[in-house]
């Protein structure tokens, strides 16, 4: 790479992305747990080992809130004192880097929306739009199948409650991956919001966007490199062939462009890409988010968790899952001889009692398959939720459900246990009901005072803003630890997708 962000360089040149993993988990848990810290420190196959460092964090943010904090506070400061900017052939700090970077920015080319802002809030689910009386049905069997937590349905009636929270023509949000499949672009643009798209260089990708940002009742901010099309007679297939930028090679004309931005900002991160790039765009957007922080009070955030993560649970979902367990009848017996092959094994065998004596159930929902970089990228998105909430910032940071995405599809493991899950009370969403009803929690997150993502109001521990409103999809309130039954959730998913 001659330009960007960058992992650290050994000695020796090499840029290790599992020494810098493994040395940033064991940061964080150093000044709460120095114990386990030395256990994370000594595992060798990190690809299998990380599995049990994820755990132990979360374990170690769960007893107290100030523990949840140092950790988050700790695991930011080592990612910020490893990753550097790299340009000309040398390495620098990363913020430092931008700090004092001159880049000149970005111009902007404006859409503007021809249609009627939407009013009435519906979501798409199995072929029907799902509004009033039908919706609140629909909460209701979620919430009782485990599928959702209560305060997800909760949310989502705040919203049905207060249409005039869908009145976005006051709000500016920044959205990373504005192509993203489960980015809140189009709602965002149908319910009237100005939004400031960055996603990579890509015409087609360009045209799509706008085209959505056209029919819709909107205003859509598309940067442009400077000079490179006049801005007020440009056709949208020229501006489509030089619109965006590449968060991690031009994280600096990322940060100026959006300095230029007046008044209240949220800056969404919805971006995603293979392997060590989701880390590097991660501490990207992290960057320009530490340095938008220290210039204005007016800035929000956004991001979505992805429920294949570990999480600390309320006591109820534990108790609906060991309730599950317990009733299990005739299939206890045929499942017992495949227990000894760590599979079927119960949902939360162990709890964190906190220092108030709180059982806090712990949600290892983590796929292997995703690996310990992907891991590590949330755990940066989940801290920066913590501190920034503990600065004063809104954060609204909320557990999507498994979404049957291009991205799964593709895989046919992925997509095999996905399509099996439902067979251990897991339900997978289609994208367009999973991005209406996320969009109308980032609404809610943004509107609400009595929403979790107000820093004024107080949480026991700061990871239960994690919980609060999540659409798990039923992986925390299933009978089974999800990692035993993935297997053979494939198994029955391919004669699923084959019959």
């Avoid at 739009?129 to 069997?141: F, I, N, P, T, W």
């Avoid at 490199?225 to 020229?238: H, K, Y």
């Avoid at 017996?333 to 000894?340: S, T």
Wanted: hydrophobic share 45%; aromatic share 6%; net charge neutral.
């Amino acid at each position: 790479m001659t330009t960007g962000v960058n992992f650290p360089a050994a000695n020796d040149g090499a840029r290790s992305t599992t020494a810098t993993g493994r040395a940033v988990i064991a940061d964080a848990l150093r000044g709460v747990d120095p114990a386990a810290a030395r256990r994370v420190e000594q595992i060798r196959d990190w690809r299998k080992g990380y599995l049990s460092a994820i755990r132990e964090l979360v374990v170690a943010a769960a007893k107290n809130a100030d523990a949840a904090l140092a950790v988050s506070r700790d695991g930011l400061d080592s990612l910020h004192d490893r990753f550097v900017w790299t340009a000309d052939g040398s390495d620098r700090p990363l913020v430092s880097a931008l700090t004092v970077s001159a880049h000149e920015g970005m111009d902007t080319f404006e859409v503007i929306g021809r249609k009627e802002r939407r009013t009435e809030f519906s979501v798409p689910y199995h072929g029907k739009r799902l509004a009033a009386g039908d919706l609140h049905k629909q909460l209701d069997s979620w919430v009782a199948h485990g599928i959702t937590e209560p305060t997800f349905a909760d949310a989502v009636r705040a919203v049905m409650a207060n249409p005039e929270w869908l009145d976005l023509r006051d709000l500016q949000i920044a959205v990373i991956g504005a192509g993203a499949e489960m980015g809140p672009l189009r709602q965002l643009l149908d319910w009237g919001a100005t939004v400031y798209a960055v996603d990579l260089p890509n015409p087609e990708l360009w045209e799509r966007v706008m085209g959505t940002a056209k029919d819709s009742a909107g205003r859509l901010a598309v940067p442009v490199p400077r000079g490179s099309v006049q801005l007020d007679t440009a056709p949208d297939t020229r501006v489509a062939q030089v619109a965006g930028m590449d968060v991690i090679r031009q994280t600096d004309a990322l940060l100026a462009w959006l300095r230029e931005v007046e008044g209240p900002l949220t800056l969404g991160n919805y971006a995603y890409a293979d392997g060590a790039a989701h880390v590097q765009v991660s501490m990207a957007i992290d960057a320009v988010t530490t340095l938008l922080a220290r210039t204005s009070s007016d800035l929000s955030l956004a991001f979505l968790a992805t429920p294949t993560d570990v999480f600390a649970v309320p006591e109820d979902a534990v108790a609906m899952a060991r309730m599950r367990w317990n009733d299990r009848r005739t299939r206890r017996v045929l499942q017992a001889p495949l227990q000894l092959a760590r599979m079927f094994e119960a949902n939360y065998r162990d709890t964190v009692i906190d220092d108030s004596g709180r059982e806090v159930g712990i949600a290892d929902c983590i796929v292997p398959q995703q690996g310990p970089i992907y891991a590590l990228a949330k755990r940066l998105q989940r801290w920066r939720a913590i501190v920034a909430r503990a600065e004063g910032h809104r954060v609204s940071l909320n557990v999507a459900p498994a979404t049957r995405t291009r991205s799964v599809v593709k895989n046919r493991a992925l997509a095999a246990a996905y399509a099996g899950a439902g067979q251990f009370g897991i339900e997978v969403f289609a994208p367009s009901t999973a991005n209406t009803l996320m969009a109308a929690l980032l609404v809610r997150d943004l509107r609400d005072p009595a929403s979790a993502a107000n820093p004024d109001q107080g949480l026991h521990n700061p990871m239960d803003l994690f919980a609060d409103a999540a659409n798990h999809g039923g992986l925390w309130r299933t009978a089974y630890e999800p990692r035993s039954v993935l297997s053979l959730a494939a198994v029955l998913g391919l004669f699923v997708r084959n019959a």
